[in-house]
């Protein structure tokens, strides 16, 4: 990271698609994906996973005793998630917003939640809520390390 640059962890939870074969045939996971990609921000990471138990509990630790912990939990292991690293300037701030709100119905139009999510418990995709976090969460999901690769468009999006 040689310029002030954020990264974020996103995961695209599938489990919609594998729900509602109209999620699968609308392509959902391309439009958001999309998204990030034409905003100028660097995919330095990506892969489809099943998520075990382990993982699904350590990423939502901070929610652990909650009510929804336990389904959330199942939620998050019951179908393959797309987990991606983004790298961009402000991405965990601009990535939140992007995002939606927590509560689908609270979420703008415009919004990955607002416009494809409609309850709290299926909304369709994970940021990282601060730097820190981020960088937690890459450490969780990409031991493996991440691509730096630089875009031929940089100077046309980044000055
Ligand atoms: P996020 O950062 O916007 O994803 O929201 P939080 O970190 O507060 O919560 C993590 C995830 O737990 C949310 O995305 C929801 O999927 C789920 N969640 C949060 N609050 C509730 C709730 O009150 N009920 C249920 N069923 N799920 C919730
Ligand atoms: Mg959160």
Known sequence: Q??????????????KAYDKPDGVQRG????????????GF???GMKLMDVK??????????????????GLVKYICSGP???MVWEGPNV???????????????????TIRGDYALTVGRNLIHGSDAVESAKKEIALWFPEGLS???SCQHPWIYE
């Not at 509990?57 to 912990?69: L, N, R």
């Not at 965990?92 to 139009?109: D, L």
């Open 2 to 15: 040689s310029e002030n640059l954020d990264t974020t962890v996103l995961l695209l939870d599938l489990e």
């Open 28 to 39: 959902l996971i391309a439009e958001i994906i999309s998204r990030f990609e034409k905003k």
């Open 42 to 44: 660097y995919l330095r």
């Open 53 to 70: 138990k382990a993982l699904g509990e350590q990423h939502y630790a901070e929610h652990e005793g909650k009510p929804f912990f336990p």
């Open 81 to 83: 998630v797309v987990a």
């Open 92 to 110: 965990v701030a601009s990535g939140r917003q992007m995002i939606g709100a927590t509560k689908p119905h609270e979420s703008a139009a415009g």
């Open 148 to 150: 730096q690769w630089k």
